[in-house]
């Protein structure tokens, strides 16, 4: 299993960023994907998920600023941040669990999102 991360970067409040993950060796359409954010010294944080059949969810925190997407064919999930506040900026990840326990999680290797004027 391999998730590549793309996207990131700096951005001032209010801005919008997109956050892209590539998927490969494992059948991506039957398992849900997710996004998760650390902050330095802090705990991971869940973010958002879609699952196979393209339901979503989201925190509270970013509910309605955050949108998260699928691509079967391309085996991508991508992350739209809108409306991006200081408190976005963190580490951010995207995951899968293709079995379970943590042993089947699978991590990208994370983006770094800085939002600030």
């Known amino acids: 299993v391999q998730l590549v991360q793309s996207g990131g970067g700096l951005v001032q409040p209010g801005g919008s960023l997109r956050l892209s993950c590539a998927a490969s060796?494992?059948?991506?359409?039957?398992?849900?994907m997710g996004w998760a954010r650390q902050v330095p010294g802090k705990g991971l944080e869940w973010v958002s998920a879609?699952?196979?059949?393209?339901?979503?969810d989201y925190a509270d925190s970013v509910k309605g600023r955050f949108t998260i997407s699928r691509d079967n064919s391309k085996k991508t999930v991508d992350l739209h941040m809108n409306s991006l506040k200081p408190e976005d900026t963190a580490v951010y990840y995207c995951?899968?669990?293709?079995?379970?326990?943590?042993?089947?999680?699978?991590w990208g290797q994370g983006t770094q999102v800085t939002v600030a004027s």
């Open positions: 060796g494992f059948t991506f359409s039957s398992y849900a």
């Open positions: 995951y899968t669990q293709i079995g379970h326990g943590e042993d089947w999680v699978y």
């Open positions: 879609i699952y196979s059949h393209g339901s979503t």
